[in-house]
Nanobody, 133 residues
Framework: VQLQASGGGLVQTGGSLRLSCDAS????????IAWFRQASGKEREGVSC?????????YYAESVKGRFTISRDNDKNTVYLQMNSLEPEDTAVYYC??????????????????????????WGQGTLVTVSS
């Protein structure tokens, strides 16, 4: 079971990036998938999550709501995070993670409305997003 995040880079304030989370060794259809981020010197925070395929509901932290969109392409076994109107505060290493308990994982959120890391068993390596001012 492997997850690989990609798509990070350097972008100016107001710009956009699309992150990808590719899965291998398992099918994402039955998992909840989440994006987390960790800025330098700060704790990891939940950004967004999407329920398993046939349910498909998406959830967002308040800090990214209206700017970020999570989606899944089951044919490609990939989940995306489209990030628009990026701000310097979005600079962080972004991680994708999967939960085999999608109902529970999408019922409990942090105070900011983001997913909770302990609910996700499988993690990919991070991809760095840098937003310049």
């Amino acid at each position: 079971v492997q997850l690989q995040a990609s798509g990070g880079g350097l972008v100016q304030t107001g710009g956009s990036l699309r992150l990808s989370c590719d899965a291998s060794g398992f099918t994402l259809d039955y998992y909840a998938i989440a994006w987390f981020r960790q800025a330098s010197g700060k704790e990891r925070e939940g950004v967004s999550c999407i329920n398993f395929s046939t349910e498909g509901r998406a959830y967002y932290a308040e800090s990214v709501k209206g700017r970020f969109t999570i989606s899944r392409d089951n044919d490609k076994n990939t989940v995306y995070l489209q990030m628009n109107s990026l701000e310097p505060e979005d600079t962080a290493v972004y991680y994708c993670a999967a939960s085999a308990s999608p109902i529970m994982a999408t019922m409990i959120f942090d105070p900011n409305g983001g997913p909770l890391a302990p609910n996700y068993e499988f993690w990919g390596q991070g991809t760095l997003v840098t937003v310049s001012s």
